[in-house]
């Protein structure tokens, strides 16, 4: 069973702050990603990590920032938060086998009023 | 044309009904197929995994791929209403080293 946290589970915040969304996981993983999910759409892949001080742009154009200064914690900063950057974000990580596959967090819902 | 392509539905069958779901993709080279179940304002789970081509089964699950011809399939037997989620399915080139690439989803529900 994977090991991986979001908090907070739901935020509620108006237009202009900036938040830090959390991520960590307790199983050493070196990868982990962030993606993007609109109720009952497809999933969107913004920035993915591969290790510490790694990181990269995924497919989704995003206003956001990440950072990897520890291996189990990936957050994610969104600078001035507006409408649009309502959704569901989600945190996953992996293993560097080549066998491993992905494992996701519960998820973060941001509404943004 | 995107590499995965996944039927969203809505699909809805009565219980104990077999449901078969499905992805085609157009990338050759991927070798890693992932089916994930996924809950309302839940994360996905990871369900079924399997390399190459050829069938795998666990419980009321069967995995299937078909290189030849771009195409997997999860098969659920005896479907149950607490199957009721989205199924994404996933591959990649070569797991671990590169993002995986997810299917739209497909919207399952299981009519008592």
């Known amino acids: 069973e994977a090991d991986i946290y979001q908090t907070p589970r739901y935020l509620v915040i108006g237009t202009g702050k900036k938040i830090t969304l959390e991520c960590s996981q307790t199983m050493g993983h070196d990868k982990m990603y962030w993606y993007q999910q609109d109720p009952g759409m497809e999933l969107h892949l913004i920035h993915y990590?591969?290790?510490?001080?790694?990181?990269e742009k995924g497919d989704l154009s995003s206003e956001s920032t990440v950072s990897r200064i520890r291996t189990e914690h990936f957050p994610l900063t969104l600078e001035s938060a507006r409408p649009s950057h309502t959704s569901q974000y989600l945190c996953?990580?992996?293993?560097?086998?080549?066998?491993?596959?992905?494992?996701f967090g519960p998820g973060t819902r941001l509404t943004v009023l | 044309q995107k590499e995965v392509e996944q039927d969203p539905g809505p699909l809805s069958v009565p219980e104990g009904a077999i449901v078969s779901l499905n992805c085609t993709y157009s990338?050759?080279?991927?070798?890693?197929f992932m089916w994930y179940r996924q809950y309302s304002r839940k994360g996905p789970e990871l369900l079924m995994y399997?390399?190459?081509?050829g069938n795998k089964e666990d419980g009321r699950f069967t995995a299937q791929v078909d290189k030849s011809s771009k195409y997997i399939s999860l098969f659920i037997r005896d479907s149950q209403p607490s199957d009721s989620a989205t199924y994404l399915c996933a591959m990649s080139v070569n797991s671990g080293n590169t993002p995986l690439v997810f299917g739209k989803g497909t919207r399952l529900s299981v009519i008592a």
């Open positions: 990338n050759s080279a991927f070798q890693y």
């Open positions: 990590s591969y290790g510490v001080n790694s990181t």
């Open positions: 399997t390399y190459s081509s």
């Open positions: 996953a990580s992996q293993g560097s086998f080549s066998t491993d596959t992905q494992y």
